[in-house]
């Protein structure tokens, strides 16, 4: 039979142990998620973002893209100026076209992030393409994320077809 006095101690030990578990718990993940943290490098000519990506083979533009992608998945290169970047992670940017419009750009499966001096650069980016209808919800989602005001974020309605662009890396040029 146990005393009183061990059951007791057991009782009052039950709990302890159940939040050093806890403490463990939150300790482990926060030193995980620290060490998978990556620090940013800014965006300077020969850096990369993601895989390396080679300044060889055949380089498109953004509108040579637009005119042989479709709705099948096409790799490709592409070289272009960033206009805009992600303000919430750096996980996606536009890239400019000659009309004035832009090409979504975004880090294959969050690979990677990319800083916001990487506006006005010339980068080549490597990955695949595809022609998709994003939702009006998720363009609402990317306005966000770039910081638009509520007003310029109303103003979007409806889903667009447009390139998408899954970039595996990303290589400042100039």
């Known amino acids: 039979m146990i005393s009183l006095k061990k059951a007791e101690a057991c009782y009052i030990s039950a709990p302890i142990s159940q939040a050093m578990k806890k403490i463990l718990l939150l300790s482990s993940v926060l030193f ?46 592409v070289q272009g100026k960033v206009v805009e970047v992600c303000k919430a992670e750096g996980c996606w940017f536009k890239m ?3 009309d004035g419009t832009t090409m979504m750009v975004r880090a294959a499966n969050h690979a990677f992030l990319m800083p916001q001096d990487l506006v006005g650069k010339t980068v080549i980016i490597e990955g695949t393409a595809v022609v998709k209808e994003i939702s009006e ?12 005001s509520k007003k310029e974020i109303e103003k979007i309605k409806g889903p667009e077809k447009d390139v998408q662009f899954s970039a595996k890396g990303v290589l400042v040029i100039e």
């Open 32 to 77: 995980a998620l620290s060490a998978g943290a990556q620090e940013i490098k800014p965006a300077e000519k020969g850096v990369n973002y993601g895989a390396v990506v080679a300044q060889d083979g055949d380089i498109l533009t953004p509108e040579q893209l637009k005119s042989k992608v479709g709705e099948e998945k096409l790799d490709a290169k």
């Open 96 to 98: 400019q076209r000659a």
């Open 137 to 148: 919800e998720l363009r609402k989602h990317y306005a966000e994320d770039a910081g638009k």
